[in-house]
Antibody, heavy 117, light 107 residues
Framework: EVYLVESGGGLAQPGGSLRLSCTASGFNFQNEEMNWVRQAPGKGLEWVSHINIAGDGPFHADVVKGRFTISRDNAKGSLYLQMDSLRVDDTAVYYC??????????WGQGTMVTVSP | DIQMTQSPSTLSASVGDRVTITCRASQNINRWLAWYQQKPGKAPNRLIHEVSILDSGVPSRFSGSGSGTEFALTISGLQPDDFGTYYC?????????FGQGTKVEIK
């Protein structure tokens, strides 16, 4: 079976840090470009970060640039998002997503991140 | 960055109706336009990529069209299971942008 499973969400204080993880199964993870997409409560979808197959030159949305870092471990079939200097408006469900045809064809179930004093 | 304007924001229609959701891009996006359906409490599901290519398992009543800056998702014969929120998404040079979403309700 093909799936993505996120973990690491939870409650953090403003200025704090969290590290999200995503484990892939059922497909050749090392050959796929990957992303994180988030959705604030009751709001729409927002792309956060992209990483290519080799892990080179990751890209981040302007709103998280300099605070979030995407990385991957192909040997473990895992994707990560290191989130530092968290802000209240980073509160969202974070989805790990596989990218094909410059869009997102597979999504995890999401992990909730809440940033609150 | 490319801006996407999606309309309408909500849509109420009856079973069997033909419904259309549109997305307008702030600049030409070639063919990198996708559509997603999201049910409450669930992750989104991609329906269409590259403007008009249906993903595997997506019913043929869904279709995508458009070019340049104007794109549309059409549901020909709305079914009860088609409720949810629909999003368009565009890609342009390592930036991915979603439309604001269209909530589809069944009358």
């Amino acid at each position: 079976e093909v799936y993505l499973v996120e973990s690491g969400g939870g409650l953090a204080q403003p200025g704090g840090s969290l590290r999200l993880s995503c484990t892939a199964s059922g497909f050749n993870f090392q050959n796929e470009e990957m992303n994180w997409v988030r959705q604030a409560p009751g709001k729409g979808l927002e792309w956060v970060s992209h990483i290519n197959i080799a892990g080179d030159g990751p890209f981040h949305a302007d709103v998280v640039k300099g605070r979030f870092t995407i990385s991957r471990d192909n040997a473990k079939g895992s994707l990560y998002l290191q989130m530092d200097s968290l802000r209240v408006d980073d509160t969202a469900v974070y989805y790990c997503v596989r990218e094909r045809e410059n869009s997102f064809d597979m999504w995890g179930q999401g992990t909730m991140v809440t940033v609150s004093p | 960055d490319i801006q996407m304007t999606q309309s309408p924001s909500t849509l109420s229609a009856s079973v069997g109706d033909r419904v259309t959701i549109t997305c307008r891009a702030s600049q030409n996006i070639n063919r990198w336009l996708a559509w997603y359906q999201q049910k409450p409490g669930k992750a989104p599901n991609r329906l269409i990529h590259e403007v008009s290519i249906l993903d595997s398992g997506v019913p043929s009543r869904f279709s995508g069209s458009g070019s340049g800056t104007e794109f549309a998702l059409t549901i020909s014969g709305l079914q009860p299971d088609d409720f949810g929120t629909y999003y368009c998404q565009v890609y342009n040079y390592y930036s991915w942008t979603f439309g604001q979403g269209t909530k589809v309700e069944i009358k």
